[in-house]
């Protein structure tokens, strides 16, 4: 009879769910990060792991924490909410790990709150800026500051400082584009200027072509452009090749990035930002980090790279105080003042969430600098 | 007996007996959060896969847009859950209704295509049910997703681990495919094999086709939509990234792997390609890469799957005898 | 009544006349043997008895009822079953799921009763196993000793007595074989005759398309001959034997004398 | 010239051939008859190389060729005019004239032999630039012998000309046949047409069934009474 | 803004144009479709994009390495998928390319990183045609493209090979007996096709400026609606679907939304697959 093939089967497949799990190493202390590492947002990502490496290795240099070495747990969640999700159920019920670094996009981070909030765990996101997103739960914390914060900073750099009153706005169709386009948008209309459209694109696209032929014919003398650098680069090559040039274009510190300069090439020129991170920052926390990322990764750090190395950092001292009780974590990172970030002083409002100082950058000659008039 | 050929009959109920009790203490046994959450993922898919097995395998009508129906079931419920509070016992068979009826409006203007235009517009239509949800912000909440979506409850309890979604989802699998394996084993079941076989001979035996085939694309929509509502409940979270075409095309490789025709194949299917990706984690960048090579090979050298009726996918559609002249004789070098 | 009446049937494919005008009848239990050289349109009459194809014009009775404006398995309800010129099996069905499939129309579970099963349902299956297996004695050992086989793996000549079988369980008024010998050795078309005569004794009209002339002279009360998509001939086996005109059909004109 | 010796086909699990054996000769014309469904496009099929025997050898000019691709059945010499002609459709005249003489590499002989097939049948001339599908039944007969007659045959290898053709294209082609021959290049008609292929044959052989049942002379044919049988059963 | 949009999609539509071209020719010769043919035009528009910014080759010579490196993919696609399983129907090979594109995808994932990989740009300039701006670039590409059709267009009608190609396509049996290497025109036919896809890959690095390994998902997909409007079996209908659906693409995004422009074309295909599978300029498919 070979039907006793089918509960063999089954039985073998038991047996490999059970062996599934991964021995590692017993005294370290575990701490894991969900992130982008492949997919579309792999580039982000990347960023993040060679931050927190580098972080990690130093940590680790100068005898870990109380003599324990600290040890990451990379998880891809190619920003997919299910894989973030499902990479949740799996920290969540490795009793190694204290906490939780990421996820990258909003729409993954909160994918995954739940389960974290089930499970009691922190979950502490470096780019998860939405306004809603650190309130949803008591363990859920971001450190890159909230739209609702950039939102009206960069309508007013638009309007008050540019002088720009007829604007459009071009958003990348996600929780954090939307809220972006939200909070400009209210500001900006609050102070006088006139919005003339508001257009979006999905993540995938790369032709821009249709889309900014559309702005132009409303003939806006500022475009608002929420996006990542990447985006951000084909958007530029595409309104020079279409011949506009008589319009400013600004977008929020997301698009700080020297990538941005290398892809957009000339392109760019002219381009208002913001940054909460800036290499040429004197502060020695800055320095220490710039040069050091430069050395081992011979490239200079971006804004992304620079919020993970907050949040891992962070995460490192939090837990030196408190050691590795997740709820103890938690309570001491709701208590966190003035922690030095690279990515400027860290402080949790109640929500859990922080706000950011904001620097004004033009890209002059293919370089970021400081835009003072 | 061939395991393709494996149906649960009064005489060999017993050989699932030291399954279920292996089912139901396993759980116990591993007491890991994560084990059990790739457990009720590979429940999931097997609803999933088992659907589709109606359709693909037992009706041999090609859609490759099964994972739209799961995201309209998962929706359904996502909505019905967060905007008009209904219970996970509603919003499961509701789901399922809502999917089954987007199947019936899809299959009735496209089912008089058969082959491989049937597979074309199924693909459209999962690119366009994917669009519309990503830009009907109303509805969906785009591509922000809806989360917040209530834990199924029981007696009043709401599930918080994963060992109750464990049980439920055990429970489900069992019902599916006890309803599946009455579905195909009766008049109904043995007429969408006819059907598959040879349409014009089924014809003639008096089975209405287009009709069965209607019913037959119904039903595997029905059963994506409640597999979407549970995942619904289960993730707590929607978003229109989970219901693409590459979930189409990974529900249809586990239902290859594991065999097309036969009620053994898509679980076998779905288990093994649920657990071998999470099993491998050292692949990991290579993922899709075994995946691709793992469908290949198959479907070079063993056709039938693990544990399918061989020869269904190389069954030829109504355009295939465009080409009349071939196919007789030896081939010829 | 004539059980079946064809009154002047014509169908074409694009400009091009597969059947022109074609008239006869059929009466209740007749052999009657349909034959004509290739391409005269035999098979395609039989593709519009069965509504598998419109025809152009004319029309069609079956007891009295319109067969045109019906679909396939309307047609097969109304007890018109048949058999096709190049198998039409199903592959990767058993013997008896074919003969279970026959039986479709002589029983009623659906969807609701086959996922509940009330008891009538088991006493429908058990009816309908029961009927393959007396419409398999017909055949005598060829069939029955395979019951679990899959069809593909059958011979040729069974896979041939499987369409019969399975066309016959339906219990249908009238039979439209189609090449019921095509490919077998002359033992087993000797078979086919006599399992044709005992389908007549059932009371089962039959129309037989038919090149083996062995077995269509053995078999037919009477004889139509189509060429060409034109009735050129009707009548006894033994005036078709004589008639020159379905002579000239079948081996041509004299060249340089017609 | 052409000799099939105890061949064999099968097509998956149905034997069509049973071991047939055949002769052309040099610059003979053969016909092959047999009634419906007999064998006898898969003879053709199997001498052209399009299915390959399970048993037996087909030698041409002594060489055997059973294994042979298509390609290189033509290259031997060795042209098909097939059943129902199956000239192409959606290329022009010209264009299907040249497909005849695809296995030729020899440009100004190809262009010459186009200009006789003109001479020969006029009608192609005056249609060289339609569409072959464009054609009546009688005039694609015509470019399909045309076509083979491109490839230089020695061997004309004939499958049903007659078939579905009106009476008057009948005789015509069988005209063509005739003429052909006379020129010297050998032919095996494959027909059912049994009255017309023998009046102009050579010799004859009946397949029933696959198996050749009678070979003589078309004159002993014509009046044998077992081609009455063959066909009628009679 | 109507002008400069329909010339955004005209350009934007005689590169889908191209890909929809490469599945008329494979459907047409051996009567498959192929699910690789998004990860050939990727494949070219990555060999053209490391020509251009990592050799520094001219755009042409860019151009010919692309549509070279796809040619060579597209004869190994059909070794390896097609040839094996000529006659088991449609859905293996189908299903197979499925698993190579998924292959083909993720190894580009693995070896060049996910993100955008920059193209130089070219032709930044614009002209002024009867008072509107025009980018020079689109009228290269639009040039290009129309070359391309021309070329191709001589190739199937005035070459033996190209003969042979409709004569296959037609009657492969027939075919074979006038002495066609059916294979060897199947190869062919394929690799003809992939070329044209990498073609355009090369082409749309150029005009976005960038490549990236999921660029073959979409672009396939559309290249296919375009494809099924011109009924899978007519090339001037493949290229006339191209030119809708890119300009339909562009009247949608300046009418509607930019999210809604793939709906569009998805919902156009589906629409003439249900009301007229033979699509607008195709021959009539048998049935039955």
């Known amino acids: ?373 | 007996m061939p395991l393709y050929d494996f149906v649960p009959r009064r005489d060999n109920w017993y050989v699932w007996l030291p399954v279920l009790a292996a089912l139901l203490l396993f759980p116990l046994l591993v007491r890991s959060e994560y084990i059990l959450s790739i457990a009720v993922y590979a429940g999931i898919y097997i609803i999933l896969t088992s659907s589709l097995n109606i359709t693909n395998g037992y009706t041999g009508l090609f859609s490759f847009g099964h994972a739209a129906f799961y995201g309209i079931g998962a929706y359904t419920a996502a909505i019905l859950a967060t905007r008009l509070g209904l219970s996970f016992w509603l919003t499961l068979p509701l789901a399922g209704v809502v999917a089954g009826i987007f199947g019936a409006a899809i299959a009735l203007p496209t089912l008089r295509l058969t082959g491989i235009f049937l597979a074309l517009v199924t693909i459209g239509f999962q690119e366009i049910t994917f669009l519309v949800t990503l830009n009907w912000i109303g509805l969906t909440r785009g591509p922000m997703g809806i989360p917040a979506i209530p834990p199924p409850a029981i007696g009043g309890v709401a599930l918080s681990g994963n060992l109750g979604y464990y049980y439920l989802i055990l429970a489900l699998d069992v019902i599916v495919l006890g309803l599946l394996s009455r579905i195909v084993t009766s008049r109904v079941g043995r007429a969408f094999v006819a059907i598959r076989e040879d349409e014009l001979a089924a014809q003639s035996a008096g089975i209405p086709t287009f009709r069965m085939k209607i019913l037959s694309f119904v039903i595997a929509t029905f059963f994506a939509g409640i597999a979407g509502a549970f995942f619904a409940h289960h993730a707590r979270f929607v978003s229109a990234d989970s219901f693409r075409l590459d979930e189409t095309f990974a529900i249809l490789t586990m239902l290859i792997v594991g065999g097309m025709g036969s009620l053994v194949g898509p679980v076998l299917g779905a288990v093994l390609l649920v657990v071998l990706p999470e099993a491998s984690r050292f692949l990991a960048e290579y993922r899709g890469v075994v995946y691709g090579l793992i469908l290949i090979g198959v479907i070079l050298f063993r056709p039938e799957g693990l544990a399918g009726v061989p020869g269904i996918i190389q069954a030829r559609g109504a355009l295939s005898r465009v080409d009349k002249p071939s196919g007789a004789g030896e081939p010829v070098g | 009544m004539s059980l079946l009446e064809i009154q002047s049937v014509s169908v074409s494919f694009g400009g091009l006349m597969a059947l022109k005008r074609v008239s006869f009848a059929l009466e209740e239990g007749e052999i009657v043997g349909l034959i004509g050289p290739n391409g005269a349109g035999k098979t395609t009459l039989f593709n519009c008895l069965s509504a598998f194809q419109p025809a152009s014009e004319g029309h069609l009775r079956y007891s009295g009822i319109a067969l045109e404006t019906l679909s396939p398995h309307q047609v097969a309800a109304l007890g018109v079953a048949r058999t096709f010129q190049t198998s039409r099996i199903f592959r990767r069905m058993t013997v008896l799921e074919h003969l279970l499939v026959g039986r479709h129309l002589h029983q009623r579970t659906g969807l609701w009763a086959a996922i509940a099963r009330p008891a009538w349902v088991a006493r429908e299956e058990a009816e309908a196993r029961e009927c393959g297996l007396r419409t398999l004695a017909l055949f005598e050992d060829r069939l029955l000793p395979r019951l679990h086989d899959f069809a593909d793996t059958l011979s040729y000549a069974n896979r041939r007595r499987l369409e019969i079988a399975r066309a016959l369980v339906a219990e249908p008024r009238l039979l439209l074989l189609d090449e019921p010998t095509a490919g077998m050795n002359p033992h087993e078309s000797a078979g086919i005759v006599q399992l044709i005569k005992k389908i007549r004794d059932l009371g089962i009209t039959v129309l037989l398309i038919e090149h083996d002339m062995k077995v269509i002279m053995g078999v037919s009360d009477r004889i139509v001959v189509l060429d060409h998509g034109e009735k050129i001939a009707e009548g006894l086996p033994e005036e078709i034997r004589r008639n020159e005109e379905v002579l000239r059909a079948y081996m041509g004109r004299r060249y340089g004398r017609a | 010239m052409l000799e099939l010796r105890g061949v064999s086909t099968r097509y998956g699990p149905v034997q069509v051939l049973w071991e047939v054996s055949l002769t052309v000769g040099e610059g003979e014309l053969v016909c092959l008859l047999g009634g419906n469904a007999s064998g006898k496009s898969t003879t053709m099929k199997t001498i052209l190389g399009l299915v390959h025997p399970v048993r037996g050898e087909v030698l041409f000019r002594g060489r055997p060729i059973h294994r042979d691709t298509p390609a290189q059945v033509v290259r031997a010499g060795i042209a098909p005019v097939l059943e129902s002609r199956r000239i192409f459709p959606q290329l022009t005249v010209y264009e299907n004239l040249l497909m005849g003489a695809y296995t030729r590499t020899d440009g100004p002989g190809i262009r010459q032999d186009i200009e006789a097939v003109y001479e020969r049948f006029p009608v192609l001339r005056e249609r060289r630039g339609q569409l072959g599908g464009t054609l009546s039944g009688g005039e694609q007969q015509m470019l399909a012998i045309a076509r083979a007659l491109l490839a230089r045959p020695r061997l004309l290898v004939m499958d049903e000309p007659s078939m579905g053709l009106s009476p008057l294209y009948v005789e015509k082609t069988f005209e063509v046949i005739q003429d052909l021959n006379r020129q010297g290049i050998a032919i095996l008609l494959v027909e059912q047409n049994a009255n017309m292929a023998l009046a102009i044959a050579q010799r004859g052989y009946v397949l029933q069934t696959g198996r050749i049942v009678l070979a003589d002379t078309a004159q002993n044919l014509v009046n044998h009474p077992m081609m009455r049988k063959a066909y009628l059963e009679l | 803004m109507l002008v400069p949009q329909l010339i955004n999609g005209l350009t934007q539509g005689s590169l889908y144009a191209l890909i929809a071209i490469g599945f008329v020719i494979i459907f047409g010769t051996m009567n498959l479709v192929t699910f690789a043919h998004g990860e050939v035009y990727m494949a070219g528009a990555f060999v053209g994009a490391f020509a251009m910014s990592l050799w520094h080759l001219p755009w042409f010579v860019a151009l010919v390495m692309g549509m070279a490196a796809a040619w060579v993919l597209g004869f190994l696609i059909e070794k390896v998928a097609f040839r094996p399983l000529r006659t088991a129907g449609h859905m293996p090979p189908l299903l197979i390319t499925i698993g190579l594109s998924i292959i083909l995808k993720d190894l580009a994932v693995v070896l060049f990183g996910a993100e955008n990989r920059p193209v130089p740009s070219i032709y930044e300039q614009t002209v002024r045609l009867a008072g509107v701006q025009v980018s020079v670039l689109q009228l290269v590409i639009l040039g290009l493209a129309g070359t391309l059709f021309l070329v191709l267009r001589l190739v199937i009608q005035g070459t033996k090979i190209g003969r042979a190609m409709r004569a296959t396509a037609q009657d492969h049996e027939a075919a074979s007996a006038m002495g066609v290497n059916v294979n060897r025109v199947f190869s062919i036919a394929f690799a003809l096709a992939s070329c044209l896809g990498g073609a355009a890959g090369v082409m749309i690095g150029i005009y976005y400026n960038a490549v990236y390994p999921t660029m073959g998902g979409t672009a396939g997909l559309k290249g296919f609606a375009a494809c099924i409007f011109g009924g899978l079996t007519s090339i001037p209908g493949a290229i006339l679907g191209g030119i809708i659906i890119g300009v339909v693409e562009n009247l949608t995004v300046q009418f509607l939304a930019s999210g809604y422009r793939d709906v569009v074309a998805f919902l156009v295909m589906v629409i003439v697959l249900v009301l007229r599978p033979q699509g607008l300029l195709g021959r009539k498919l048998k049935t039955v």
Not at chain 1, 74 to 97: M, V
Not at chain 1, 208 to 234: C, D, H, Q, W
Not at chain 1, 235 to 260: A, C, F, H, N
Request: hydrophobic share 40%; charged share 20%.
């Open chain 1, 1 to 373: 009879m070979k039907t006793k093939m089918v509960p063999m089967l089954l039985t073998l497949f038991t047996l490999l769910l059970v062996a599934a799990p991964v021995a590692w190493s017993a005294e370290s202390i575990h701490i894991a990060v969900s992130a982008p590492l492949t997919g579309n947002f792999a580039e982000y990502g990347q960023n993040w792991q060679k931050a927190i490496s580098m972080a990690v290795e130093w940590i680790n240099a100068a005898g870990g924490i109380k003599g324990r070495p600290l040890e990451i747990v990379y998880g891809d969640s190619k920003s997919d909410p299910k894989d973030s999700a499902a990479l949740a159920q799996k920290f969540t019920s490795d009793n190694r790990i204290v906490a939780e670094i990421g996820d990258f996009s909003s729409t993954a981070s909160m994918a995954a709150q739940p389960i974290y909030d089930r499970a009691g765990m922190v979950q502490l996101s470096p780019t998860t800026s939405h306004p809603k997103w650190a309130p949803g739960s008591p363990w859920s914390f971001g450190i890159v500051g909230t739209q609702a914060g950039e939102g009206p900073f960069m309508a007013r750099y638009a309007i008050e400082r540019l002088g720009k009153k007829r604007i459009a706005v071009l958003h990348i169709n996600n929780d954090w584009g939307i809220a972006s386009k939200e909070y400009f948008v209210n500001a900006a209309t609050e102070m006088g200027a006139q919005v003339l459209g508001v257009e979006s694109y999905f993540e995938t696209e790369k032709d821009f072509t249709g889309v900014l032929t559309k702005l132009r014919g409303l003939k806006p003398e500022l475009i608002y452009v929420p996006s990542f650098y990447n985006e951000m680069a084909l958007i530029s090559k595409q309104r020079e090749k279409l011949g506009w040039t008589d319009v400013v274009v600004m977008g929020p510190g997301s698009l700080y990035s020297p990538k941005l300069l290398e892809l957009g090439g000339n392109s760019v020129n002219g381009l208002y930002t913001s940054a909460v991170f800036f290499p040429n920052d004197p502060r020695p926390e800055v320095q220490k980090f710039v040069k050091g990322f430069e050395a081992k990764y011979k490239a200079t750090p971006n804004m992304f790279a620079g919020v993970a190395y907050d949040a891992i950092n962070l995460m490192a001292e939090t837990i030196r105080k408190v050691g590795t009780d997740r709820k103890a974590i938690r309570d001491e990172l709701v208590k966190t003042k003035n922690f030095p970030g690279v990515t400027g002083k860290i402080a949790f409002t109640e929500r859990r969430d922080v706000v950011k100082d904001y620097r004004h950058l033009v890209v002059k000659d293919g370089q970021f600098t400081l835009f003072d008039k």
